[in-house]
């Protein structure tokens, strides 16, 4: 059953068409790729996913409704959390205290339920930022000051913060940017490990391709604002169309 269902979703700039007619439609539980060159209109699509911006025409529906005219804090409640490009954490705050802030906010200087249905006071807050943490393989950090952290450790404690609000669908930008190779093999087994305990359905758009093919269950190939192939891994590499849009021979190998 589909999460999520893009329909003839355009979007223009001035005289830019970022968004050409994208359809897409994503399956609960899976792990759905979208790939392309810089300028192919990906980050934007991802916006409109989690109301940044508003498409001028279509539809983008989360299971059932209508994602169009709502706020981001409205979409985020919905159960849809992001993943951004560069990591927005409370650099001052510890890690611990980074993962707790999801679940309480901070209204007339002390902690209140904000939307998290199953904590009502600060222990239990804790608590379940802790069994986050361990669950990210952070807890032994949890009094670190975020700001000391490498960046990989930073990618995972935002990664901390979107699980902490028990989301039904996830999205990472970019998820292993500026990332080493060892902390990007971390990252695929950590998602990977994330799909099978919790069966969150996952959106990533990213241009390692060994990330990519390690994950996708379905591959989605934007170029130029329009979405070129969307398939099955196996079928993206062998596509003509992706390897002169994109891909090319070594991306693939």
Known sequence: MAILQVRNVNKRFGGLQALNDVNLSVEEGSIHAIIGPNGAGKSTLLNCFVGRLTP?????MFNGKSLLGISPHEINQAGVSRVFQTPE?????TILENVMIPTFAHRDGS???????????????????????????LADKKDIVASALSRGDKRRLEM???????????????????????DTNATIDLLKRIGET????KIII?????VVFSLADKIAVLAQGAVIAEDLPENIKTDPRVKEAYLGEEAVA
């Open 56 to 60: 001028d025409t279509g539809t983008v």
């Open 89 to 93: 954490i409370f650099t001052d705050l």
């Open 111 to 137: 902690f209140k339920v904000n939307w998290w249905p199953r904590v009502d006071n600060e222990t239990q807050t804790r608590d379940h930022a802790m069994g986050v943490l361990e669950e990210i393989g």
């Open 160 to 182: 901390a913060m979107c699980l902490a609000q028990d989301p039904k669908l996830l999205l990472l930008d970019e998820p292993t940017a500026g990332m080493s190779r060892a």
């Open 198 to 201: 919790r069966g969150i359905t």
């Open 206 to 210: 990213e241009h390692d391709m060994h």
